[in-house]
T-cell receptor
């Protein structure tokens, strides 16, 4: 998936637990973003970053935190997992000058 | 805000032509994208339109009319491997120019 890795691939959490979804890239792209995908709702933007040290909220940020201390990494933190956060999470990267956006392989999260 | 509509499901026959429509209403427009997503996999980029007209890339073509807020993806000579979801997305004028996606169209190709 074009130099974007995500870990873990699958995760099951209990309500109230916290965890971090990892996203790493080796393409030196400035823009990184997190989407969640739910059946029938397409991909919805959670948080994004336009460079190290800069993050902003997307469409559905509640319950999630992000930070961007390096160009390569953009972790997504679930503070207190809820069943409504059961979803597939995709990390995406893009170079500032080009339009194509590359997606990582995804993390399938279930919250019970 | 942005609103993007596309049909939920379509069925077509192997070897045929299918057109998947997408309509959008956005507060800003910096391009329209089509992605293909096979079940259980990540979306992969298919096409990008920023000016009105048709962009052709092999068996796939994408059309854009900005005045009508309308795009379509045309798939010719359908193959079984084209069975997938097709996602329409719009890049707005928000900071970072992030994509807003429609709900996706699940295409089933039958023999």
């Amino acid at each position: 998936n074009a130099g974007v890795t995500q870990t873990p691939k699958f995760q099951v959490l209990k309500t109230g637990q916290s965890m971090t979804l990892q996203c790493a890239q080796d393409m030196n792209h400035e823009y990184m973003s997190w989407y969640r995908q739910d059946p029938g709702m397409g991909l919805r933007l959670i948080h994004y970053s336009v460079g190290a040290g800069i993050t902003d909220q997307g469409e559905v940020p509640n319950g999630y935190n992000v930070s961007r201390s390096t160009t390569e990494d953009f972790p997504l933190r679930l503070l207190s997992a809820a069943p409504s956060q059961t979803s597939v999470y995709f990390c995406a990267i893009r170079d500032r000058e080009f339009y194509e956006q590359y997606f990582g392989p995804g993390t399938r999260l279930t919250v019970t | 805000g942005q609103n993007i509509d596309q049909p939920t499901e379509m069925t077509a026959t192997e070897g045929a032509i299918v057109q998947i429509n997408c309509t959008y209403q956005t507060s800003g427009f910096n391009g329209l994208f089509w992605y293909q997503q096979h079940a259980g996999e990540a979306p992969t980029f298919l096409s990008y339109n920023v000016l009105d007209g048709l962009e052709e890339k092999g068996r796939f073509s994408s059309f854009l009319s900005r005045s009508k807020g309308y795009s379509y993806l045309l798939l010719k000579e359908l193959q079984m491997k084209d069975s997938a979801s097709y996602l329409c997305a719009v890049r707005g004028n928000n900071a970072g120019n992030m994509l807003t996606f429609g709900g996706g169209t699940r295409l089933m190709v039958k023999p």
